[in-house]
């Protein structure tokens, strides 16, 4: 009877019946591996690793739900239909028959991927959690070339741009950004948008050279979905702020590769757009009496004055008479003067909220206001993209060399200019000369950093990433100690002079006597450890004495003698020598006491803190040996 063996008529259990493998799937769908492969991609599929793996290892498992998921996929059938159509096309070009053939073309089957975004993400916050990779994918294919013979298409680069360039404009207009770094990588951004944090890498502009061993086919698919996600979180977002989708595009300021600054200006000019048609609805005298001018200018003087001059009384006796209707209602209000709870309660309530949205939006005020009083200017060598980007998203006005530009580089107001050179021609007195870094160190600090160590031809101070934790690493680098007693000294939260004033003297005598009186506490809790530590040990001794055959009084004998001779000696009671190293045996204890899992994690454990104690100490090492080769360095110059 072989392993597996199953009676017949009884069903499946267990393993068997969850998961099945990939080969099974495909002729369960009659799909190919590469369709197959798309349509997981598309709908969210990912391959399963059961306990037992029935079939081998060396297979890969499917959920049985999934598979029955996926059999019932539209996609599934417009693929088929597309398959027929693009067979047609092929029969009709073998028999020359081009009428035919390009009637066929025309008239290709379509599909939409809408209803994957509605079925993935039924709300907009699950879709804003899941915008990392997408927002990446994009930024990614944005900068590639156009490629045959890895099948990138001109339309999808134009697609991803254009979408990034949204998504740029719209973090732009609302001072979203929080984070920027500039690794090798590319340049990292986070921003906050409906209280959902969200990173993303932007590669450098530099020419892409595309890789043989990437299969482009399978990020081509995921692009294919990120692209109708990112469209569908735009005109949520842009929807969202009373913006009009998609924004206007500036032809002139894209042929100067100025997009991003087109995008921005498209945004304010539709804003504008739009409050100017808001204005134009409201039945205002005004509007009234230049629609009446405008009708006289053409023509049409009697009817439509005597009808717009109807409507105006009309819309003034209406108004009269609601006022009339609001003046008899808080005249009886003010009449009444017994208030209930429930109003105290609604308008504590009231407070309330305001309170909380003034605390939301206390960080974007602070990223608004940062560049607020600043005009850069970006010479041609710096990346003008991304400080366009953190300039405009800090509230600070920028220009560039090139077309396009919204004021030139003579201009007097300019208080910065951003240079990456070591040497600069002509230089203008009334403005600072700074590194690019510098506008990325005050956007992570969010203060104005002093632009002394940022200046043409220094080395600037190390940049530091936002997104790692100095403290819980346990390595705080001199800048960033720098960065903070600079923050403190910018918000006023400098620590007083100890000593100043009585109240400070009493508050610091009762923190003295608190201290003291933890520090008795634990000397308590430590002595009680030592004695129970102490009982312990004699239970254990005992016992391996018994363990080993020697009598109890034997024992007794034994350590009277060594008591004695001890006493005699010293003329004291003699701790066991083993007290001190209390904290290794309780360790070494609980580990004898825990189970194999939870070993071998506290092991994991102390391995990963030991490998961040070697970093920090590998730190401290390269820091000490530096600044004894500055010291030779200065020591040699003065000889």
Known sequence: MPKHYRPPGKKKEGNVAKYI?????????QLKLAEFRRLCILKGIHPREPKKKFEGHNKTYYHVKDINFLAHEPLLEKSREIKVHEK????????????????????????????????????????LRDMDDPLTMIHLFATLPADRTHKIPVERVHSCRRLSLEWQAFVTRTHSLRKVFISVKGIYYQVEVAGQKITWLTPHVLSQVLPDDVDFRVMLTFVEFYEVLTGFVNFKLYHSIGLKYPPLLNADLEQAAAELY??????VNEAQLQTDNNESTKPEKDDLVKSVIEDVEFGEREQRLKEKEQRLKESQARLASLQDRLVKMEKDRAGINTETDDSHNGSAIIEKEDTVEEEEDEETKLCKGLFKDLKFYLSREVPRESLLFVIRGFGGSVSWDGRGAPYEESDDSITHQ??????????????????????????????LLPVDEYLVGRIPPPHLSPFVNNEAEGHVPEYAEAIKRLQSAARNHLLPLPGTDEPEFEAQQSFLASTVARHSEHAEAAAREIEAAAVERAYMDDLSKELSGITYSASL?????????????????????????????DTAMAQMMMTRKSRKLYEAMQMGKSK???DIELLKRRKREAEEKGLSAKKSKRV
């Open 21 to 29: 493998t990939r080969n099974k799937a495909l002729n369960r769908l």
């Open 262 to 267: 087109g995008m921005m200006r498209g945004l």
């Open 612 to 614: 961040k104690r070697a």
């Open 557 to 585: 004998q034994v350590d009277t003698d060594v008591s004695d001779d001890k006493t005699e000696e010293e003329g004291h009671v003699v701790v066991p020598k083993d007290v001190p190293n209390e904290a290794v045996d």
């Open 418 to 447: 951003v240079v990456d050179r070591p040497t600069q021609g002509h230089m203008f007195l009334s403005r600072d000369y700074i590194q690019p870094q510098w506008v990325y160190d005050c956007a992570n600090s969010r203060i």
């Open 88 to 127: 047609k096309i092929k029969k009709a070009k073998a028999k020359l028959n081009r009428d035919l053939a390009e009637r066929l073309e025309r008239n290709l089957p379509s599909f939409s991927l809408d209803h994957l975004v509605k079925e993935r993400y039924p709300s907009f916050i699950d879709a």
